[in-house]
């Protein structure tokens, strides 16, 4: 199954948690009422329609992942986070426990321009060195609740 930008908003509002409801859709994803109730309908006719769905990166035309560390130049760590969660096709943007070190995951249908967009994004959102790293295999954790030892 390929799927356009509106269904894949849906489809990851979905896998948030968000409410299986057109309305809530729309609200969560930004886009319009018939456009969610056209997307959704389909979905739902495809066999999507729980929130516990996870979507193939194929199937998004993301074939590959490429994963940036770096270290931030004359941005804050913060600029750069926020730079970077902005943009399509990012995923997992984070901090790490190390020299203020940044680490992203970029999506892309090929190896050559989905290691060029992440090196591009990089420079753009203000690193001053960083490596990229092709990810060979990635398995998503299916949706669960997580509980943080010691945390209560």
């Known amino acids: 199954m390929r ?5 894949r908003l849906v489809l990851e509002a979905l896998q948030a ?4 409801d057109v309305e809530a859709l729309a609200r969560r994803t930004g886009l319009a009422f018939a ?6 309908a389909r979905l739902r006719a495809q066999g999507v329609d729980r929130p516990s ?13 490429v994963l940036v560390y770096g270290v931030p130049g004359v941005r804050t760590t913060d600029e750069v986070l926020r730079r970077l969660a902005g943009h399509e096709g990012v995923e997992d943007v984070m901090t790490l426990a190390a020299r203020s070190a940044v ?3 970029v999506e892309g249908p090929d190896v050559a ?8 994004l990089a420079r753009e959102a203000g690193f001053e060195t960083w490596s990229t790293v092709l990810v ?5 954790a299916g949706p669960r609740p997580v509980a ?3 945390s209560g």
């Open 3 to 7: 799927v356009d930008r509106s269904s």
């Open 17 to 20: 948690g968000a409410d299986p």
């Open 35 to 40: 456009v969610v109730e056209d997307r959704y």
């Open 53 to 65: 769905v996870r979507l193939d990166p194929e199937a998004r035309g993301c074939a590959h992942s």
């Open 103 to 105: 680490t992203f995951r």
């Open 113 to 120: 321009s989905t290691t060029e967009r992440a090196a591009h």
């Open 136 to 140: 060979v295999r990635r398995v998503p």
């Open 148 to 150: 943080c030892q010691g």
